[in-house]
């Protein structure tokens, strides 16, 4: 549907995170190879998922328990590995404090582990942006466009940019949630995360029934306004208790 | 509102020299995918280029051969052009030992006109013809000759601005890497293996003639005349508060390390690393004649060794310095001096990325991924290891390795799972 038709998608999914890579990520170089990394892994994960599925696709059945399993697995080891990359993570930040008593700087505020959450997150909504989104825009540069029958009412490509964009929402936010969780030891955040990837990841499944995308898209999107909403107030709260601590202190 | 503005962290300033190096990289890999999908829309993709060049010299792939005849001819080709290569580097080595640089310099500028005039006035052309763009041959004529000179003068001369200079480079490396993509698909894959075999041999092996280059090059402390990029160094003073980064444009020669002493002396004392990456030597192919479309008789290849240099500093107080440690004082706030990278590597990258975007974008996004870890990953090594290593090999492999997992696997996963509109 022609390049601007094209160049509206990709802004459509990607284009909160430009500004806030823009605003925010390119400002610190460190974050920006944050977010390279974490896209870089993302993408290993779902290689490895694919090259385990790759012998089952496409399914022949029209029933929609294969594919949940292939969104829980998928979505299991995408949280086994944001455990690992909190390991990663609280390694670099102990490198980096480290670093930073060496030439006598001071060590790393919370904002800035939060930053790099946020780093963190964003490489993996970008991934998944650029992969299941992006990446399938070529025809959409062409003349003509694509439509799916089970939601015939709006163009493919449209759709998939909405998706996109709640999923970008939800992973970098989650992010954020979780390895405040982990840092506090907070359970409640650090469950949090993987709950609502698996939330969002089943109410997809809703597409699978025809005209579905219309009450599954809705409910994504509430995911997403969810893990905002919870974001904002974590962050809020860690921060005033910081201040509080440090106003105590002095 | 907090009274006074808190101090700075690392997080401000470390990994910015990494940065500095990965954007050109990306800048020229995004020249050229927007190159070539532009331009090789309506070519059909198999055929290649229909007349003689170097890298096609053993074997013209067609397609209408089977999978083993390519793949044969395909090595051929490449064990070829790595024979070229050799040759070439150890004539390069030859020539350096018998101390001709001022040979050595001109060639490098002639070699760059060819490169902006001849390749860069064809691709021109070819963007001319594909987009309608009304422009008479006398503009075009002068626009071209103006480009080209000022190009000539930017890589032959150390007194140009350095931007203007970071530049051109990145022009030549899209200009190579566009017309490497033209050659047929399983010589250039061929060709990618090849290369970044030879030069981890020519860096590593006692006899590589990159190793020469390099200990000849140490023992006199000179500069290689090469193409080389140079990032800006990045200097900030670790003693004052705000911690102000100031620039400083890269000066030629021991004049410039001799200033790095006196100024680092009081903040970080200790003694000076030098390590070197290198990249390879390159050679060109023959230059194509525009009018006919047919290869020129003569061989003018471009021997260009490409090295990157990182000046670590270390504390030399400091014994127990970890690996990691090291990495951070290379990249982070401690260190000066610039990066530089070979030309080559440039082009090779930009020749993996631009022939993944011939098959998809998918392929495109996973081998860009791919090629910067492995050059991050070869950054760290060097400052693991601190000795000459070769910048190719992490980055071609993985990214060949990722380009053949995204074909086979990745994509119609992505595919099934997206058109059922499931996502994760």
């Not at chain 1, 696709?57 to 829980?72: C, Q, R, V």
């Not at chain 2, 008789?297 to 990182?310: F, K, N, R, T, V």
């Amino acid at each position: 549907m022609t390049v601007a038709a094209g160049i509206g998608y990709t802004l459509l999914a990607l284009g909160p995170s430009l500004s806030l890579f823009v605003a925010v990520i390119s400002r610190k170089p460190f974050l920006t190879l944050t977010l390279l990394s974490s896209t870089l892994v993302w993408l290993m994960s779902l290689i490895a998922l694919s090259a385990v599925w790759r012998a089952f696709l496409p399914f022949k059945t029209a029933t929609w328990w294969p594919y949940s399993l292939l969104i829980l697995t998928s979505v299991a080891l995408q949280e086994a590995l944001r455990l690992f990359l909190w390991r990663v993570n609280k390694r670099m930040e102990e490198m980096l404090d480290a670093y930073a008593d060496r030439v006598s700087k001071p060590r790393l505020y919370i904002t800035d582990k939060m930053q790099i959450a946020l780093a963190g997150g964003m490489g993996h909504g970008v991934a998944h942006a650029v992969f299941f989104c992006i990446s399938l825009l070529t025809p959409a540069f062409g003349p003509a466009t694509y439509y799916v029958e089970k939601c015939s009412k709006i163009p493919f490509f449209l759709v998939s940019s909405i998706m996109a964009l709640a999923f970008v929402t939800i992973h970098t936010f989650s992010m954020v949630i979780a390895f405040n969780g982990y840092s506090e030891g907070n359970k409640k955040d650090q469950y949090f995360a993987p709950v609502v990837h698996l939330a969002a990841g089943v109410f997809t499944l809703i597409n699978l029934a025809s005209g579905g995308c219309v009450v599954g898209i809705p409910l994504l999107y509430v995911m997403a306004i969810v893990t905002l909403v919870h974001c904002g107030n974590t962050v809020w709260r860690r921060l005033t208790d910081n201040r509080s601590m440090e106003t105590n202190l002095q | 509102m907090e009274q006074n503005p808190r101090p700075r962290t690392v997080l401000e300033t470390c990994g910015e020299e990494i940065i500095r190096i990965v954007t050109p990289v990306s800048i020229c890999m995004l020249l050229v995918v927007i190159l070539v999908s532009v331009l090789n829309r309506g070519s059909s993709l198999d055929d290649g280029l229909s007349f003689a060049t170097m890298a096609t010299m053993a074997y013209s792939e067609s397609s209408s051969d089977s999978i083993w005849d390519k793949l044969k001819g395909a090595l051929l080709n490449s064990l070829v052009f790595v024979a070229v290569v050799t040759v070439a580097t150890f004539l390069m080595v030859l020539l350096f030992y018998f101390k001709c640089t001022k040979f050595l310099k001109y060639y490098m500028g002639f070699s760059s006109l060819l490169v902006l005039g001849f390749m860069g006035g064809e691709i021109a052309i070819f963007l001319i013809k594909a987009s309608s763009f009304p422009v008479d041959c006398f503009t075009f004529a002068v626009a071209l000759y103006n480009f080209t000179v000022v190009g000539v003068m930017a890589v032959f001369l150390s007194r140009m601005a350095i931007f203007v200079t970071q530049a051109y480079l990145v022009v030549i490396g899209v200009l190579v890497a566009y017309w490497f993509t033209l050659l047929p698909e399983w010589t250039t894959w061929g060709l990618l293996v090849a290369m970044s075999l030879y030069d981890l041999a020519a860096v590593l092996l006692p006899g590589g003639p990159l190793r020469l280059l390099v200990e000849l090059a140490m023992d006199r402390d000179e500069d290689i005349p090469a193409l080389v990029y140079e990032a800006r160094p990045v200097i900030s003073d670790a003693g004052l508060g705000d911690g102000v980064v100031r620039r400083r444009v890269w000066r030629e020669g021991r004049g410039d390390f001799d200033e790095d002493q006196r100024l680092r002396s009081d903040l970080v004392p200790g003694s000076s690393l030098r390590t070197y990456i290198y990249g390879e030597s390159e050679s060109e192919r023959n230059i194509v004649d525009a009018e006919d479309g047919r290869a020129l008789g003569g061989d003018s290849e471009l021997a260009a060794p490409l090295m990157q240099h990182i000046n670590i500093r270390m504390n030399s107080l400091e014994n127990a310095v970890s690996s990691e440690n090291l990495a951070l004082e290379g990249i982070g706030l401690g260190s000066s001096g610039a990066i530089k990278l070979g030309l080559g590597d440039f082009i090779f990258y930009s020749v993996l990325v631009g022939r993944a975007a011939m098959y998809d974008f998918m392929t495109v996004y996973a081998c860009y991924l791919a090629v910067i870890a492995g050059l991050g990953i070869t950054l760290l090594l060097l400052a693991f290891y601190r000795k000459a290593l070769p910048a190719l090999p992490f980055s071609v492999l993985l990214g060949v390795l990722f380009y053949l997992l995204t074909r086979l696997l990745l994509e119609s996963f992505v595919v099934q799972c997206s058109i059922n509109l499931l996502m994760f």
